[in-house]
C-alpha cells in the first residue's frame, strides 16, 4: 500500500522526457532524439513505453494521427537509475502545416506497474 502511494509521488517514481534534435521539420522528414527516463527514489518496474503523434486542433480537440512507437521493457529500474532510448519516426507525408488553429506535439507515456502513467509531450512544428 505504501509502495503504491509513493508511485503516485512524481519524485519517487521515473521520468520520461523525448529530447528532439529538432522541433521544426517539413512533411516526409525524420524526427530524432532520445527518450530519457530517469528513475526516483524507489526500485521501479517498468511495462512499456509509447508515443504517439496528435494534432490539436482550434477548441482544443486532440486527434491522434500515428502510433508513433510502443517499447515493451518488463523491467525494473534500481532507484536513481538513468537510461536512454533512441528515438527516430519519420513524419507523413501529407501533414497539414502548422498554424494558429493546428498544432502538433509528440505524446509520450512511460506506463509502470500497476499501469501508472508517467507522461510527456513535446510539440513540433511542421514546415508548409
Known sequence: MIKKMMSYIKGGSPNVDLILKKSEMKPGETVSGAFHVENGWNR?????????????????KVVTV????????????????????????RLPED?????????????????LEDDIKRNDHDEIIVLG
Open 44 to 60: 521501479q518496474a517498468i511495462k512499456r513505453l509509447e508515443c504517439d503523434l496528435v494534432k490539436e486542433l482550434q477548441g482544443n
Open 95 to 111: 501533414l497539414t502545416p502548422t498554424s494558429e488553429g493546428l498544432t502538433y506535439r509528440l505524446n509520450t507515456r512511460l506506463v
Open 66 to 89: 500515428d502510433s508513433v512507437t510502443t517499447i515493451l521493457m518488463s523491467e525494473t529500474m534500481e532507484a536513481k537509475e538513468k537510461t536512454e532510448y533512441p528515438f527516430s519516426y
